[in-house]
């Protein structure tokens, strides 16, 4: 194995018309890979994970899935365990409530927001972590989804629990959007994650939570006069006069740091070249 992964057919385990189905060949690696005592496989769909350990010889493995009874946000994580694959849902992306034919409320893949997916996804995903034994190791295979153009990474927002033991990229073949044709206006996914968790201590861990937060560039002390006044014009629609300029960053950080803004302003105005004076006191942005 290295941290790219590409498996054009998906082998002979699981269901192939289970729809996010993934390739038995990842498992299979895996397990090769880790050798563990025990295996334990959270969100196994089709049963890919179950043909792959038969078939291996594993016999202490077990498969959970909603398909089974198995709830992950209430159910316990059976114990003993030293490895833990896990494919969660691509958000509301394929409904397994519709798949399976039967909805459940707890289904990570029902209609939700995308923050009560993450927070869903967390606390599974801290159970898996719990369970492990010491030195066991989590892995998930994870999917990036775009969604009325806007592109979620989830395993940018996830916590994560313990180390990172090596973060993979897999390639992707034959997905439904692979063969949608597009209207050319973004780039199409063609990876996913498989990231592997380890579990260094029984009681510490490392755990590392993302934020997203928003900010004014207004209120950076480090914004350049420049980039400041290019903005300015850009809020303003082009072109605009002096005073509107003024107006737009009067109460910037770099304008409430110098008691001389006003100057400053106009200085940056006519020293840089995307700036010109088209009237008096009025001025226009090129892009150049
Ligand atoms: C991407 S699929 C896994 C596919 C699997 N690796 C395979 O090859 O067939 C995600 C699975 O998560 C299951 N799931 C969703 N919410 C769940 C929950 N709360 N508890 C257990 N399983 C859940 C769905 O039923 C679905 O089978």
Not at 107 to 113: C, G, R
Not at 262 to 271: A, F
Request: some cysteine.
């Amino acid at each position: 194995m290295n941290t790219i992964l590409s498996y054009k057919n998906r082998g002979k385990w699981g269901k192939s018309i289970y729809r996010g189905n993934c390739s038995g060949y990842v498992i299979k690696d895996l397990l090769d890979f880790y050798k563990p005592s025990k295996f334990i496989e959270v969100f196994s769909g089709s049963g890919t994970g179950k043909e792959v350990a038969l078939d291996l010889g594993i016999s202490n493995s077990v498969h959970l899935d909603l398909n089974n009874g198995w709830n992950a946000l209430i159910d316990d994580i059976p114990t003993g365990n030293d490895f833990t694959f896990s494919h969660p849902p691509y958000w509301d992306i394929i409904s397994y409530g519709t798949e399976r034919g039967a909805p459940h409320d707890d289904d990570l893949s029902n209609h939700m927001s995308y923050d009560e997916f993450i927070h869903k996804l967390n606390r599974v995903n801290q159970k898996i972590y719990q369970a492990l034994l010491n030195n066991g190791h989590h892995a998930m295979l994870i999917g990036d989804v775009r969604k009325k153009g806007k592109y979620y990474s989830p395993i940018k927002d996830l916590i994560y629990f313990g180390e990172i033991d090596v973060h993979m990229i897999k390639t992707q073949h034959n997905t439904v959007s692979n063969r949608k044709k597009y209207n050319g206006n973004f780039i199409a996914i063609a990876h996913e994650h498989l990231i592997v968790f380890k579990k260094n201590s029984i009681w510490q861990f490392p755990v590392k939570i993302t934020q997203t937060k928003v900010f004014d560039l207004r209120d950076f002390e480090h914004m350049t006069w420049r980039d400041l006044i290019q903005g300015a014009l850009e809020h303003l629609g082009g072109e605009a006069d002096l005073s509107a300029i003024y107006e737009v960053v009067q109460d910037s950080k770099k304008s409430q740091m110098n008691r001389h803004w006003k100057e400053k302003v106009r200085q940056t105005l006519q020293i840089h070249q995307n700036f010109s004076s088209i009237d008096r006191g009025k001025w226009k942005l090129h892009i150049i």
